[in-house]
C-alpha cells in the first residue's frame, strides 16, 4: 500500500469487520464485507450503511458568495431556501463538466459544497480561477474558498428502513424532506442531509471525524448492514444515476449526460460558466439503458453495434444484483434511431441488449 494513500476515520473499523479493502482516488476504502450482492440487497430492502468519508467539502463563503455560485454552477441559485440541498453541475468554458456536486446553504453568505473525492483538488482550483478570473472581472465581491475535507467524516445510511434506523437516534430527521437537511439540535456540528446516492431512500451525515465511530457502531448496532463501494457503484448504476469519469467529464456536457434539468440556459447576465457554449452547441448526445438478453456483462468502453457499424459506447455496465443480468447505460448520438434491440461488441463478439427505459430499477 502506498503511504500517500490516505484512510478515512473508520479504516480499523473496516478492518475489524473483514472488509475487502480497495485504492481509490488516494484513499483505502472498503470494497466489499459479506459480499457485494448481499450488501447491494440489503440496501435495496431495508438499510445499508456506506463510509464515504473519502468526498471533498469546500466551504464557499463572504458577501459574495451566494451570486459566485450563481455563476458558478449551472442550477439556478434564486430558488436556494434555508435547509433545502442543492445538486448541480459545474462547468469549464466550454460546457464540459467539471464535477457534479452538492451545495447546502448554511447561512446567507455561507455554502458547503460536497465534490467528488478524486475531484477535490481540480475544483478548488477551478473555483478559485474563476473567481480571480472572470468573477473578479464583474466588479461583484469575491468570496472566500476554502477546503475543509479534513473537518469532516461521511456516513450514508440508505435503503428503505432508513429513517426507522436514524429517528430513534435523530429525532428531527423523522419529518425530513427529502433533499433537505438540518443541523441537530442534540449535534450543532452535524449536518444531516436526506439524499443519497443508491436511488433509495436515506441519509448522508456529516460530522465532525473524531466522532464518526461512534454513530458508526449505534447504526450497525441498530440494524443496519455494513456496505462497501461495489455495492454503491451496483446501486448508482440501477439507479441510472452519473458517475464522473463514465457520464461526465471535462468534455462530456451535463445535457450530453441527461443532467439538461438541473441545468438553466436562461440564466441572466452574467449568466454562468459554460452557459454561452451550452446554448450555442445544445444537446448532441443522449444517455440510453440497455439489459443483457443473454449472460454477458458489459463494461466501460465497449461499442454499441447496428447494422454493423459503431453507433456508441457503454459508460457503465456491470451485473444487476436486482434484475440478476447485465445492464448499461451507453451514450449515443441525439439523431440515432434504435429499433428496441442493439449490439454491444464484447471481446471481439456482438451480443443482444434490449433498449429500455430508465432507471433500471426504481426506489423500493
Known amino acids: 500500500m502506498s503511504s500517500e ?3 478515512t476515520p473508520l479504516y480499523d473499523a473496516h478492518l475489524e469487520l473483514g472488509a475487502k479493502m480497495m485504492d481509490f482516488a488516494g484513499w483505502r476504502l472498503p470494497m466489499q464485507y459479506s459480499g457485494i450482492r448481499e450488501e447491494h440487497l440489503a440496501v435495496r430492502r431495508s438499510v445499508g450503511l456506506f463510509d464515504v468519508s473519502h468526498m471533498g467539502e469546500i466551504l464557499v463563503s463572504g458577501p459574495g458568495a451566494f451570486e459566485f455560485l450563481d ?4 442550477r439556478n441559485m434564486s430558488g436556494t431556501q434555508p435547509g433545502r440541498a442543492l445538486y448541480s453541475p459545474m462547468c469549464n468554458e466550454k460546457g464540459g463538466t467539471v464535477d457534479d456536486l452538492l451545495a447546502y446553504p448554511l447561512s446567507e453568505d455561507r455554502y458547503l459544497l460536497v465534490v467528488n473525492a478524486a475531484n477535490t483538488a481540480a475544483d478548488l482550483a477551478h473555483m478559485r480561477f474563476v473567481a480571480k478570473t472572470t468573477w473578479a472581472a464583474t466588479g461583484k465581491p469575491l468570496p472566500q474558498i476554502d477546503d475543509c475535507s479534513a473537518d469532516y467524516a461521511q456516513l450514508a445510511l440508505q435503503g428503505p428502513n432508513a429513517k426507522d434506523i436514524l429517528s430513534p437516534i435523530i429525532p428531527e430527521t423523522s419529518q425530513l424532506r427529502p433533499f433537505r437537511f438540518l443541523q441537530p439540535a442534540s449535534a450543532p456540528d452535524w449536518l444531516v442531509s436526506r439524499t443519497g446516492y443508491t436511488g433509495e431512500d436515506g441519509f448522508e451525515i456529516y460530522l465532525p471525524p473524531a466522532q464518526a465511530r461512534d454513530l458508526w457502531q449505534k447504526l450497525l448496532a441498530a440494524g443496519a448492514t455494513p456496505a462497501g463501494l461495489g455495492a454503491r457503484d451496483t446501486l ?3 439507479a441510472a444515476l452519473p458517475l464522473y469519469g463514465h457520464e461526465l467529464s471535462p468534455d462530456i ?3 450530453d449526460a441527461g443532467l439538461e434539468r438541473f441545468v438553466f440556459t436562461a440564466k441572466p ?11 450555442s452547441v445544445g ?3 443522449q444517455l440510453i439503458g440497455l439489459k443483457a438478453l443473454g449472460r454477458t456483462i458489459p463494461r466501460q468502453g465497449y ?3 447496428q447494422a454493423g457499424k459503431p453507433i456508441g459506447t457503454v459508460t457503465s455496465g456491470g451485473y444487476s444484483p ?3 443480468r447485465g445492464i448499461a447505460l451507453a451514450s449515443v448520438e441525439t439523431t440515432t434511431t434504435i429499433d428496441g434491440s442493439v449490439l454491444v461488441r464484447i471481446r471481439d463478439k456482438d451480443e443482444p441488449f434490449e433498449v429500455c427505459s430508465l432507471p433500471f430499477v426504481k426506489r423500493s
Open 5 to 7: 494513500q490516505r484512510k
Open 71 to 74: 455563476y458558478l454552477l449551472t
Open 236 to 238: 448508482r448504476l440501477e
Open 253 to 255: 456536457s451535463p445535457l
Open 269 to 279: 447576465q452574467p449568466g454562468f460558466v459554460g452557459q454561452e457554449a451550452l446554448s
Open 283 to 285: 444537446q448532441s448526445r
Open 303 to 305: 461499442p454499441l453495434i
Open 322 to 324: 436486482t434484475l440478476e
